[in-house]
């Protein structure tokens, strides 16, 4: 068995300390652009963090299940133990928006986010690793992308609120999606139950590159990564790139990153022994992301959030140096509190295994 690679979890726990700091800034209105989502077609380098980390997700899939599936292992037993994490990884999601709503003032409640989806692409994945070859895994991912393309456009129209994804999610969860039209009275979730699809595609583009990372193969990671991105592109000229309905041109097109970085972090990091940066978020990627929402759900519960923002940065950064640095420090702070606690975790040996 391939021992655990340095180079997986730093690049996990990289991205899960981005996603930290896009989902915590002082203000939301003085905010860099590249901190910011596309509002609807686009990409900008935020938008490539959840996908990144859907990747990493089958990446550590085809390091963690691939030996013990060549190994003989009970493929049942594998099966289990994999949808009980998965199911674990809903229901804490699911509980953070529960508490959200029951905390904050104005907040509805929401049953979909980004944690129900990382476990239901962890499941996905999960099953396709044990009871699947290779060329099927492919056969998924091309039939997830082009099906998934031909609903949309049946859907006739990829506009908000309009297109066929988000109309199907507010007819199956209605007021509990992220957002509601105030003119139309239309729902929209970017993480919702037809995008879930192409989403998987995603962490299975992961899991075939974690196998070839496990192989060494790091032609076919280059090689893959460039096609990705070419592939995206071109497809993006008839079906733009899209978080909010994680379009198949956007799954090419972050999976083309996410490989090539892959590629880099193994490079740097497993062959020429750099230290694996990140790592201390990786191995403990569910208590950051969780503690960080839940943190960020408590301190404007308790009316801490605003002043604290105010008095600790805004009222001496801004006059200084403008106050989209002072959301930016903020944001830094925010991050490196949260590399505090998980360093003392990683010292301590504690890690959250959901």
Known sequence: MLKRLGSVDALRGCTVALMLLVNDPGDWVHTYWPLKHAEWNGCTPTDLVFPFFLFVVGVSIALAIGPRVEQGADSHALMQAALKRALRIVLLGLAINVIAWLLLPGAHLRLLGVLQR???CFAGAALFAIYTPPRVQWAAIATLLLGYWGVLLAGGSLEPFANIAS???FALFG????QIDPITGRGHDPEGLLSSFPS???SLLGLRAGQWLRQRNTR????S???WLLL????SLVFPLNKNLWSSSFVLWTAGW????????HWLIDRRGWPAIGRRFGVNAVAAYAGSELMQILLPALGVQGPLYQHAFADWITPLAGPYIASLAYAVVFVAMWWAVVAVMDRRKLYLKL
């Open 258 to 265: 996410a490989t090539l970085a892959l590629l880099l972090f």
């Open 232 to 235: 995206g592109l071109a497809w």
């Open 200 to 202: 998987l595609a995603t």
């Open 220 to 223: 076919a990671l280059m090689l």
């Open 118 to 120: 990382i476990g239901v």
């Open 225 to 227: 990564g460039i096609a």
């Open 167 to 169: 109309r199907t999610d």
């Open 175 to 178: 007021h509990t999606v992220y």
